[in-house]
């Protein structure tokens, strides 16, 4: 567990794959142990104003139906063997892919930094002394460990948070519900539903795993390649994730928008050790986020020297940068924690889904996961080319098409505004980029 990892962003090899499809449930379970799912929960309260019913009934439409896409590019890595944003060059070209990527990298950004505020809080609580900047310090020193270690690391040490975080969401679940001296929860009242608000939250789910894309098959990579191998994959990535942030988020819309302070007052003197645990497992989320945002970085700086070969030197430095940009990021939102954060989900909601519509239908309609993967590292794209032209259409014109049904704090488009605000952006989205690339890349060189 303590070997560096010798692989970036290149193919693994048949003689280093290990491993079985079982092991990602352990660690999307685990990865899904922390506060900041338990924090999702309490958005979908405090955003959208929903009463506990139909928030969790939210979390759970949302994350089954988000979790689907999210599996689906889990099923690539054991048959490609490379990280996901790689891959993404055969839809977009060798130069069409680094904006692409580069988005992605943000997005990790944003994840890691929602990381540390929440992980210092936690800490702070059981040490007063490393609240603020000195807990944010110390998690983001942590999460570098496993990080830089790499594959092996990361993999142990989120199975051992699945067991310790999991039965520490347990406790918050069982205290919420069940301790004599808190508030008793009414699951239909305490809000006002409606129907844009449902949407929002059901939205803010499905985020929550369709987030995880870029993220699955740099797990699954090593895995041995069989086909069988593919499905189990998908389904062990799918239940892991999805059970993991649904229990997560089921004590978040049940303690209400303010999370901590709900937790704090249920579980008594048990808090401090419990919120202590949870900060424990934001450090391994933090070492994964870390992990795929150098892989993602490495992908771009691949592209700007194609032919140079990016070590684990390269992975090890490039995961310190980016602990270092999330750290200031993260003095920025923590004073506005929540509101900075529904708005960062938002509108990595309008970037995610296009990318993803156009990688799902790419690997499994139109190519079926055939691939050249040398191609993939040529200066000029190989057989993919330096720019995909039907995929950037299609994404620029699927972002174009969800602006009108945004509805958030910044801006309500016209639709959105005929719908009762409700936000339907991702479904708009996911529709329009579908069919304009399913219609113009059957008639393009780059799928004959």
Not at 98 to 114: D, E, K, N, R, Y
Not at 299 to 309: D, F, I, S
Not at 343 to 348: A, V
Request: hydrophobic share 55%.
């Amino acid at each position: 567990m303590t070997e560096v990892e010798f692989e970036t962003i290149y193919p693994i090899a048949p003689s280093r794959r290990h491993g079985k499809p079982s092991d990602l449930f352990g660690l999307w379970f685990g990865a899904n142990m922390t506060m900041l799912a338990v924090a999702t929960g309490g958005v979908m309260r405090g955003e959208f104003h929903l009463t506990p019913l139909i928030a969790l009934l939210a979390a759970l439409i949302g994350n089954a139906v988000g979790g689907v896409f999210m599996a689906l590019h889990a099923a690539q890595g054991p048959h490609l063997g490379i990280p996901q944003m790689i891959q993404s060059r055969a839809q977009f070209g060798m130069i069409g892919a680094a904006p692409m990527t580069a988005l992605i990298v943000l997005m990790f950004l944003g994840f890691a930094a929602s990381n540390l505020v929440l992980g210092a809080q936690g800490l702070a609580m059981m040490l007063p002394f490393l609240g603020g900047r000195s807990g944010m310090i110390a998690i983001a020193v942590i999460s570098a460990v496993p990080a830089v270690l790499g594959y092996r690391a990361i993999h142990r040490l989120t199975h051992y948070i699945a067991l310790l975080c999991g039965g520490a969401i347990l406790l918050c679940l069982s205290a919420v519900l069940f301790v004599p001296s808190a508030p008793s929860i009414a699951l239909t009242t305490g809000g006002h539903d409606t129907v844009s608000g449902s949407l929002g939250a059901i939205s803010i789910a499905a985020l929550w795993q369709i987030a995880y894309a870029p993220y699955v098959s740099d797990y699954s990579r090593y895995l041995p390649q069989t086909r069988e191998g593919e499905k189990q994959a998908f389904h062990a990535t799918y239940w892991g994730c999805v059970l993991g942030s649904l229990v997560a988020m089921v004590v978040g819309a049940l303690a209400g928008p303010a999370v901590n302070d709900r937790l704090i007052l249920c579980l008594g003197f048990a808090a401090a050790p419990v919120l202590g645990v949870l900060s424990l497992g934001l450090v391994v989320a933090n070492a994964m986020t870390l992990y795929c945002g150098a892989l993602s970085s490495i992908t771009v700086l691949h592209t700007l020297a194609p032919t140079h070969r990016f070590g684990k030197n390269w992975r090890g430095a490039v995961t310190l940068v980016l602990l270092v940009l999330s750290f200031g990021l993260a003095l920025l939102m923590a004073g506005r924690f929540e509101t900075a954060y529904a708005s960062f989900l938002e509108l990595l909601m309008s970037i995610m889904v296009p990318w993803s519509a156009i990688n799902l239908l790419d690997y499994y309609i139109l190519r079926h996961g055939a691939y050249d993967l040398p191609s993939l590292f040529r200066r000029d794209g190989g057989m993919y080319g330096r720019y995909n032209v039907p995929a950037l259409v299609a994404y620029t014109i699927g972002l174009a098409s969800q602006v009108p049904f945004i509805s958030t704090g910044l801006y309500t488009g016209a639709m959105a505004r005929f719908l009762g605000g409700a936000d339907l952006s991702w479904i708009a989205g996911l529709a329009v980029t579908s069919m304009i690339y399913l219609a113009t890349a059957r008639m393009s060189k780059h799928v004959r």
